[in-house]
């Protein structure tokens, strides 16, 4: 099959993988190294970012930052990794895009080591300053403490980050995972 798109098009559209692939790993490295300013950049001005069980939603890129300000007072040392990114582009606008990211986190939460299983579910903004999140959905496979691990893993109460057990945000709360399952 043969692509209709110019080689510019083409072109330009791998530069914005590989610029949106950069901003998803910029945003690992702004919030291990507590680098305010560069995790203010990496956001437009509109930006919202949110958590599946409700527990974070900031709107604007001020509150952006000050909800991550409320998140460093309980947190510790982080490590984050990027995984999976799967990347779909507006059809009507070159200069937006979603995607699908996968990830890990090593944390100390409360003074506990903690690791985590996360996805990011993302849109996307070209601007004069690049790309930029212009909203990040994040959910929850688990967050444990280190030693629940094992056990935690093998029930949907894998939720653990705020002291108590609750249920994990994916696979279970997934349409796809519910029909599945034949449930409803």
Sequence with gaps: MQNSASLETRVRRLEDRA?????????????????????RALFTPDARFRSVDGVMDAVGRDAVIRQFHGRYASLGPTHHFTHDLVLRFDADDPDRASGQLSSHAEVVRNGRPMITALRYADTYRRSADG???????????????????VEALQGPLRMRAYGDARPADIPENLPSWRNYRGES
């Design 131 to 149: 790309w930029q999140f212009e909203e990040r959905v994040l959910s929850f496979l688990y967050y444990l403490p280190v030693e629940e691990y």
């Design 19 to 39: 610029a949106i692939r950069e901003l998803v790993s910029r945003y690992g490295f702004s919030v291990d190294d507590r680098d305010i300013d560069a995790l």
